[in-house]
């Protein structure tokens, strides 16, 4: 049987980011056991085709996709859903405009407050749980990974972290980890009761 694996999701540069803490978490966990790390462009269309493509080339789903997104603040950000506002008017990489036709909200069934609980014992800046993903790529990105996983069977869940000016991705990388443990810990839990996740 093949080995379980996350993916883990990240995006590179876009506006006046040239270093995106997202892309890079996403890079230094790859290869870290369980855990497939993927950057993606900063395109509404784009970041879509890369997760497909990558569906498509691997041998089996992964348990789960962690998406990760940059966001303005000193805090890591929680998103329970997506698509909880109209889409952004603002321009990707690329400089499209959203294209994606209608919004299709969606929730991480994952349990969110025992992610922030194991997430904010070991982050030196506030974890927090957030409703809202902003309506820009990184809210396409994880209504995309929602849907995708409803109709492959897996989870998924975005997590915002801090620009790296603010927070090094050196003291980022033990808070992803601990959520990556603790996504494990809820998908064994879920498999050993038979169940999928709540």
């Known amino acids: 049987m093949p080995d379980p694996y996350l993916l883990i999701t990240g995006f590179g540069p876009f506006e006046d980011v040239a ?48 998406a990760l997104g940059v966001h303005r603040g000193a805090f890591f950000r929680l998103e329970s859903r997506c698509a909880s506002r109209p889409p952004s008017d603002r321009l990707d990489v690329t400089g499209a405009a959203w294209g994606l036709g209608p919004r299709q909200p969606g929730e991480t069934a994952f349990d969110l407050e025992a992610c922030r609980e194991v997430c904010a014992a070991v982050s030196e800046v506030p974890v927090r749980r957030s409703d809202d993903a902003g309506g820009y790529v990184c809210d396409a990105t994880y209504e995309h990974v929602l849907r995708r996983g ?16 603010l927070v090094p991705v050196a003291q980022q990388v033990p808070v992803v980890l601990a959520l990556t443990d603790e996504l494990w810990r809820q998908l064994r ?3 050993s009761a038979g169940d999928a996740l709540p």
Do not use: C, K
């Open 19 to 66: 270093h995106n803490a997202s892309g890079e978490l996403a890079r230094a966990l790859h290869g870290r056991p369980g855990l497939v790390g993927l950057e993606l462009p900063t395109a509404y269309e784009g970041s879509a085709q890369a997760i497909d493509g990558w569906l498509q080339r691997a041998e089996h789903p992964p348990a789960a996709i962690l």
């Open 150 to 165: 409803r109709e492959r069977g897996f989870e998924a869940l975005f997590l915002h972290v801090p620009p790296m000016g």
């Open 189 to 191: 839990a879920a498999q």
